[in-house]
């Protein structure tokens, strides 16, 4: 067996042996049902059009403003750099950064990377870096949150219609294209280029080695989760690394229950905090009104968008408390090593890592609402520190997930047999 013919559950970590699947069909592990891959189209000229494609159409939505607003014979614009710039020079600096590398530097860095793998597997070569670069995607993916920031634009210009006239301008087309080509992009799963340059020359770091069926059985294996291969254990090393990507290799993430409850018991201080203190304050010629994320809710409903208001409300009220509850049950459970519900509480771990970016829905619609309504003496929005108390629980709340090791949840469990890393 071909070392690139295992493949290890990212979420109870059973091995596998890698079977061909055709395009938009998926391989699911036996044991959790989690998705090992899926398969795609293997046309890299395919693959190259679409993301160059995509990389256009993320410049045109960076550079031309998204919408305009007119009032009283003032007019105000904002793409999303000049409404991140507008949040640094307001003190928001924290606020402005975490805006930044997730709508703008690690989607520019998904794209660039693949632009530049796709295009040389299209040339029938192993880029150098191949291996990084594809990490770096990887990465990227995780935290890259275009679509929540489209959304976010959506209710920023509904939110707007009842303070001044709006003209949509392309940046909004820009980011709406770009979501739709995002969506297709996401397809080309790092894991599967990697098997796919594994076989065109070029530079590579690791050798081709296959595994036996009685060795399989008996040797102590490590699997990478970053590119996938897996590997012997060397008993002879300290510190042992992926020889394909260079990935630091675990058994089981260090320390993973401990970590997860440090940032998740930052993340539930900072909620209070986040709820009652204002996110935004408006300065107009009536006087200063503060707004708080329920007072945002209330007025989505009250001004008759009741489908925004809920949007809000689950995206910014539930989606952060159901985190919070479920990660602390995750992580109680897996401390106390329960053979509980073993699936169910997979299934909970994969929706808790698919819905803990949408609390960042919220900030969007803050960043784009301050850069917009700056009226001179009509009126003026600043963001509040409940925007950045609400902006760091988010965070924590996803690197808590990601510091969540699934696989603890199936140690305790019988193996049956079933070979497992």
């Not at 530079?203 to 059985?217: D, G, H, I, N």
């Not at 159901?322 to 049950?329: H, S």
């Amino acid at each position: 067996m071909h070392r690139y013919d295992l493949i290890s559950c990212h979420d109870c970590g059973v091995l596998h042996q890698r079977r061909p699947v055709r395009p938009r069909e998926k391989a699911r592990c036996v044991r959790c049902h989690s998705v090992l891959y899926r398969g795609i189209h293997s046309n890299a000229n395919r693959m190259a059009a679409i993301t160059l494609g995509a990389v256009f159409t993320f410049l045109i939505a960076q550079f031309f403003p998204i919408v305009q607003l007119d009032v009283g014979g003032y007019s105000t614009s904002a793409t999303l750099l000049g409404a991140i710039r507008v949040l640094w020079t307001e003190q928001m600096q924290a606020v402005a950064v975490v805006v930044f590398l997730f709508t703008i530097l690690l989607p520019a860095v998904e794209l660039g990377s693949l632009l530049y793998v796709t295009l040389s597997l299209r040339a029938g070569r192993r880029p150098s870096g191949f291996d990084h670069l594809l990490r770096a995607v990887g990465l990227a993916r995780r935290w890259g949150m275009t679509e929540v920031l489209m959304i976010g634009i959506l209710i920023t210009i509904v939110k707007m219609t009842s303070l001044a006239e709006v003209i949509v301008q392309p940046g909004v087309f820009a980011f709406g294209v770009l979501t739709m080509m995002l969506a297709i992009v996401v397809s080309f799963d790092p894991k599967i280029l990697w098997n796919i340059g594994e076989h065109l020359p070029g530079p590579r770091r690791v050798a081709q080695k296959t595994f036996s069926y009685t060795a399989l059985a008996k040797a102590p294996l490590l699997a990478c989760h970053s590119c996938g291969l897996v590997e012997s254990v060397k008993y002879t090393l300290r510190h042992q690394y992926c020889a394909r990507c260079g990935a630091r290799l675990y058994r089981r993430h260090p320390d993973s229950v401990g970590r997860t409850w440090a940032f998740l018991l930052a993340a539930a201080i900072l909620y209070i905090p986040a709820n009652l203190l204002p996110v935004m304050y408006t300065h107009s010629l009536f006087g200063q009104e503060d707004d708080t994320i329920i007072s945002g809710v209330v007025y989505f409903w009250t001004s008759g968008s009741p489908a925004l208001a809920v949007i809000i409300f689950i995206a910014s009220i539930v989606v952060p408390v159901l985190k919070l509850v479920a990660l602390t049950l995750l992580a109680w459970t897996a401390q106390r090593r329960s053979r509980w519900q073993p699936l169910q509480r997979t299934k909970l771990y994969r929706i808790v890592e698919f819905v803990g970016r949408w609390s960042m829905l919220d900030i969007f619609v803050i960043t784009l609402t301050v850069a917009l309504v700056r009226f001179q003496t009509l009126a003026v929005i600043t963001a509040g520190p409940g925007a950045l108390a609400f902006c760091a629980v988010v965070v924590l709340t996803m690197i808590a997930s990601m510091q969540f090791d699934p696989r603890l949840i199936w140690d305790p469990i019988d193996t049956h047999g079933e070979k497992h890393v």
